[in-house]
């Protein structure tokens, strides 16, 4: 029996995100949902919570149904509240003292330190939010499980907490999840929905095999396509010489056939839809190059939380051209600090002990919250205005990047987080730098555009530091790996897993 039956489901905003999507959840049913940015996944998601309206179509929902849906973003009430007691919060208030054991427990669940449990939200790194988003859903006892992004921000070892929690320890529990990570697609789900335009596809598989399944289907509809189009040409040609033929000779039942000709040709006609591609804009990254062998060199720089809290020492290291270089560790460990004040040493200008870098260094720099973007600027405005193009240059490039003319003139605060993304690599591109500084660069791109940038840094032999928790990209572009442990930073071979 289902949970909850989809039944020709359609969003316009403003163009169609979807439509006529028809599917069902069961109770064994793992689904991943897969879609580039901004197609319609966080929308459909919201669909079935509850929390917004289709603009066709039907959500049926078996009665007495619990839905608990993880969002992206940690709601503002909850910033300031200590871990344990932002999970309480989420019983109802009936319910919390005569439950509040079940905070432990879902906490235990999820391997949580008891030291981080006292600390407010708001200090937690993002990894750690997003676990207690989980555990909020969780503490509910829903039904059904929404997913949005879970494995964002989580480092190595939490990802794999959050795999064996969802393999083993939610049994009876539907989830639909979205999400751009392809190792955890594979690893824990059991069906995969392709969300698109047209027509969206479901297969009974993980995301690989369904992606291999997708691209075959494909293949055969292009195939189907081409040869329906020669038929619909051939039609009409024939019909042509009938009716030429027909009005020569005075011939009504040539004339017929060939108006059964053309109406053969217009119905097929009708069926001839392009193979729908995902809606994504292209990535692209530049190298303006430089003749230094010895790009960086760290002398046992001391790394320190905002507060000044000593976090770790990175021995001496020294890194160079060509270097791709993998920064790891737990969450909360200060590998997005290592990054900004390398930032703000190679940036900004601001004198760091024990660091040395080349003069020839130009710096391209991304942040996991896009905080170089103008949250009040368009995207056409920063563009034209940060690099001195015209409008018309700058209109076609954030095109070319996947921005509509409507989300170019719609202020950076409004954009989604992929296109956040995809703006914030748009700019790097035309920065131009020769090396880069890269912190969770694929948190929020969707998987197209993942492959893509892996292309292109290999293509253009980037020299990098890079923190990124996602295990496909690091083993695809890493050439160094570093991790934070111990309050040192120790050179050692790729992440398992």
Request: include cysteine; proline fraction near 4%.
């Amino acid at each position: 029996m289902s949970l909850i039956q989809v039944r020709n489901l359609g969003v316009v905003s403003p163009r169609p995100l979807f439509q006529h999507l028809d599917f069902a959840l069961h109770e064994a049913d793992r689904i991943g949902l897969v879609a580039g940015n901004g197609a319609g996944k966080t929308t459909l998601l919201r669909c079935i919570a509850g929390q917004a309206e289709a603009g066709a179509g039907d959500i049926v929902r078996r009665r007495g149904l619990r839905v608990g849906f993880v969002e992206q973003d940690v709601p503002a009430a909850l910033l300031d509240l200590p871990l344990a007691e932002a999970i309480r919060r989420a019983l109802p208030v009936a319910e919390r003292e005569a439950n509040g054991w079940k905070v432990g427990l879902v906490l235990d669940m999820l391997e949580t330190p008891e030291a981080m449990r006292g600390r407010r939200l708001c200090e937690l790194s993002g990894g750690w939010q997003r676990l207690a988003l989980i555990a909020r859903a969780w503490i509910a006892d829903p039904d059904v499980l929404l997913l949005d992004e879970p494995t964002n921000h989580l480092d190595l070892q939490r990802l794999a907490v959050l795999e064996n929690w969802i393999n083993h320890a939610t049994d009876g529990v539907a989830m639909l999840i979205a999400s751009h990570d392809r190792q955890f697609l594979d690893r824990c789900t059991n069906r995969t929905l392709f969300l698109r335009a047209e027509e969206s596809r479901l297969y009974a598989h993980p995301f690989s095999r369904a992606r291999g399944l997708l691209a075959e289907d494909d293949a055969a509809r292009e195939a189907k396509l081409a040869r329906d189009g020669k038929e619909v040409d051939r039609l009409r040609r024939n019909a042509g010489q009938l009716r030429n033929i027909g009005i020569n000779s005075g011939s009504d039942l040539l004339l017929k056939k060939a108006k059964y000709l053309t109406g053969r040709a217009e119905a097929l006609e009708e069926t001839l839809r392009p193979v729908e591609k995902i809606r994504a804009g292209d990535i692209r990254l530049a190298n303006r190059g430089t003749h230094a062998k010895v790009l960086l060199r760290l002398d046992d720089v001391a790394v320190a939380a905002p507060d000044g809290r000593p976090l770790f020492r990175t021995g001496k290291l020294a890194i160079f051209q060509h270097d791709r270089v993998v920064v790891g560790g737990a969450n909360g460990v200060g590998k997005s600090q290592f990054i900004g004040l390398l930032r703000r040493a190679m940036l900004l200008g601001e004198a760091v002990a024990g660091l040395a870098a080349s003069p020839a260094l130009v710096v391209g720099y991304l942040d996991q919250q896009m905080s170089q973007l103008p949250a009040e600027q368009t995207p056409l405005a920063f563009v034209a205005g940060a690099f001195r193009l015209g409008d018309q240059r700058s209109v076609s490039l954030l095109a070319g990047a996947g921005f509509d003319l409507a989300a170019q003139r719609r202020p950076i605060a409004r954009l989604s987080p992929g296109q956040k993304a995809r703006l914030g690599l748009l700019a790097l591109r035309l920065e131009a730098p020769n090396f880069y500084l890269l912190d969770e660069p694929t948190n929020h791109v969707d998987i197209a555009g993942q492959e893509r940038l892996e292309a292109e840094i290999l293509a253009q032999e980037a020299s990098c530091v890079l923190v990124s928790h996602d295990r496909f990209f690091v083993r695809a572009v890493g050439t160094r790996f570093l991790r934070v442990q111990g309050g040192r930073l120790v050179e050692g071979a790729a992440p398992e897993g």
